[in-house]
């Protein structure tokens, strides 16, 4: 499977609706992955730059096992089918 924008906006979603399940605010998660807020915001945007033509967002495999930890599922869970 080849990452599209698709893909990135569902993870940002996934991401968003389990960091407000989890009661985590951006800032708390972000920490706790050991990340930006800035780049838990891009995350959940499905962007990989703070431009709003940029590319994707595209996490790198720890950063998708930091969050998957901190918000208590499998890394599959994160991601799209």
Same mark, same amino acid.
């Given at each position: 499977m080849v990452w599209r924008e698709a893909h990135a906006q569902v993870f940002g979603e996934t991401v968003r609706r389990l960091r407000r399940e989890a009661k985590l605010t951006?800032?708390?998660? +972000?920490?706790?992955?050991?990340? &930006?807020?800035?780049?838990?915001?891009?995350?959940? +945007?499905?962007?990989? +730059?703070?431009? +709003?033509?940029?590319?994707? &967002?595209?996490?790198?495999?720890?950063?998708?096992?930091?969050?998957a930890d901190a918000l208590n599922v499998r890394p599959a869970d994160l991601l799209p089918e």
């Open positions: 951006q800032e708390a998660l +972000a920490h706790t992955v050991g990340i &930006s807020k800035n780049h838990i915001q891009l995350i959940e +945007a499905g962007r990989g +730059a703070s431009r +709003a033509d940029g590319p994707s &967002s595209n996490p790198r495999m720890t950063t998708v096992y930091g969050l």
